[in-house]
């Protein structure tokens, strides 16, 4: 993936002995297609050298705002100008305070000050002691930062370098790569809440058996993960499926169809947009039993009978405010063949008004998908593309669909 193809970070460092992980930061963010111009505090020097943020970033590593490199000798307003963002990480207590009071004494704190704050936002991932983290000063400044306008990343929570536990730990570099490509999306979805189903659920037969599909769950994360960065709260109600939940998604587990229409209940109440992916499976055993089943000597299989599991979607859909489309519902269809044909009468007969069909058996466990929009002024080819990449463009689709809904 590229998602920061094109964008130019200042990475800043201050003194923090996180300094260690901006390097890992610099490689995942030049990984994701940005280019990265680190600039240090004489702080941040204590930590980690110039010399291996250089090497890493490939570009001239600044610390001082007397660096008479520039041939204006005006680095802050140069490597201000040309960010697309400044990332301080980690950002120190101290560094957080003297932000606050726009402190112009090193070549960090100018660059800050002289970034024009329409164009050029500031996000900061603060590290420190987690009694510093605590302290009401460090609360109060962080609050005045973001009444700024500072994007803050929070803090990460566990062991300490100084040995105790607690919050402040700078986020790890994964952690704050997906913030940062999040920041850049757009945000469409911001003040609805988002409910997804995604993966397979799994029908007990006996307490050692079942069955289940071989859908993977990525789809449903995929889009998870995009409502969340379009600026949604996202609920994400998961079958039996080992993926990591998407940053800032709430999750909740389950394993039968009958456990995850249970939660999608609950959650429905205040969510504002429903989004099927899971793959629910149709039927369940009539019988399970609470012993495992053993052979019988016979030969023969046991007589397994099955009943029809709930249409999680259909009932969303079909409910007073799926009706309205308060609850605005969008379905999946995993087709074998004839996928529009197949999608539209899915979509009429399920009563969603948005209906996206893919072929099952090229999609499942895949990293990449082929979608068709189908609803009711007609169909649209979405073309192939990663999971995510197709999450975000369907995003910005149901976006679009709810604005009228969101207008009256
Ligand atoms: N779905 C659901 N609950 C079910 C079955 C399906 O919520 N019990 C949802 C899926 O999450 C998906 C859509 O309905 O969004 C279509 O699922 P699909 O498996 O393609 O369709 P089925 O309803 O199972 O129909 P068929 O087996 O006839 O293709």
Known sequence: MNDLAGKH?????????ACYKAAELCRALLKEGATVQVVMTA??????????????????VYGSQWDPRAPNNMLHINLSREADAILIAPCSADFMARLLHGRADDLLGL????????????????????????????????????????????????????GETGDGRMLEPQELLDDVIA???PKTLTGQHVLVTAGPTYEA?????????????????????????????????AGPVSLATPRG??????????????????????????????????????????HKIKKDGSGSAPNLSFVENPDILAAMAQSPRG???????VGFAAESHDLLANAQAKRLRKGAPLLVGNIGPATFGQDDNALLLVDALGVKDMGRASK?????????????????????
Request: proline letters at 4%; glycine letters at 6%.
């Open 9 to 17: 970070i200042v990475l800043g460092l201050t003194g923090g002995i």
């Open 43 to 60: 702080a941040a020097e204590q930590f980690i050298t110039p010399v291996t943020m250089q090497a890493l970033s490939q570009r001239t």
């Open 111 to 162: 660059m800050c000050l002289a970034r024009p704050l329409d164009t050029v936002p500031l996000l900061i991932a603060p590290a420190m002691n987690r009694e510093m983290w605590a302290h009401p000063a460090t609360q109060r400044n962080m609050a005045q930062l973001i009444a700024d306008g500072t994007t803050i990343f929070g803090v990460g929570s566990g062991d300490q370098a100084c």
């Open 183 to 185: 920041f850049f999306q």
């Open 205 to 237: 037969i006996d307490p050692v058996r079942g069955i289940t599909n071989l859908s993977s769950g990525k789809m449903g994360f995929a889009m998870a993960r995009a409502a969340r960065e379009a600026g949604a709260e996202v609920t994400l109600v």
């Open 249 to 290: 998604v709430g999750r909740v587990d389950v394993r039968s169809a009958l456990d995850m229409l249970q939660a999608v209940q609950e959650k429905a109440a205040t969510a504002t947009v429903f989004i099927a992916t899971a793959a629910v499976a149709d039927w369940r055993p009539a019988h399970a039993t609470d």
């Open 323 to 329: 009706q309205s489309q308060a609850l605005y519902c």
């Open 388 to 408: 995510l990449v197709l999450a975000r463009k369907l995003i910005a689709e149901i976006a679009a669909r709810i604005k009228p809904r969101d207008k009256k």
